[in-house]
C-alpha cells in the first residue's frame, strides 16, 4: 500500500502564496510522476502541474508562471508553490503518483495511480 498525505492548503486573500506540500509513503519501490490536480464544484478533476522522474515538468496555461512544482527525492515529497493567487484557484486539490510498488521478495512490482485525500484552496477577492 501506498499513502499520499497533503498540507500546507487554507484561506487567503488574492495575490497572496500557499504552498501545498504532499508525502509519499509506504511499499515503494520507485515513483515515476508525481502531480497536483485539482476540482472545482460540479466539474472534473483537472490537472494543474506534474513533474516526472527526469525532472521535466508539465503545468495548466492557467498557472504557468504563478505555480511551481517541486520534487524532493529524498524525501519522497512533492510541492506547489502557489503565488499570485486569483478568486478562480479556489478548489480541492489532490496529490497524485504514479509508483511502482515493492513487492515482499521480488523487489519491483507493477505501477499504481494514487491519490491523497484533498486540501482545500480558498481565495477570497
Known amino acids: 500500500q501506498v499513502q499520499l498525505a497533503e498540507s500546507g492548503g487554507g484561506m487567503v486573500q488574492a495575490g497572496g502564496s500557499l504552498r501545498l506540500s504532499c508525502v509519499a509513503s509506504?511499499?515503494?519501490?520507485?515513483?515515476?510522476?508525481m502531480g497536483w490536480y485539482r476540482q472545482f464544484p460540479g466539474k472534473q478533476r483537472e490537472l494543474v502541474a506534474t513533474i516526472a522522474n527526469s525532472g521535466s515538468t508539465n503545468y495548466a496555461d492557467s498557472v504557468k508562471g504563478r505555480f511551481t512544482i517541486s520534487w524532493d527525492k529524498d524525501k519522497e515529497a512533492v510541492y506547489l508553490q502557489m503565488d499570485g493567487l486569483l478568486p478562480e484557484d479556489t478548489a480541492v486539490y489532490f496529490c497524485?503518483?504514479?509508483?511502482?510498488?515493492?513487492?515482499?521478495?521480488?523487489?519491483?512490482?507493477?505501477?499504481?495511480?494514487?491519490w491523497g485525500q484533498g486540501t482545500q484552496v480558498t481565495v477570497s477577492s
Open positions: 497524485n503518483g504514479a509508483v511502482e510498488i515493492l513487492l515482499r521478495w521480488v523487489g519491483r512490482g507493477p505501477t499504481y495511480n494514487y
Open positions: 509506504g511499499d515503494i519501490f520507485r515513483i515515476n510522476t
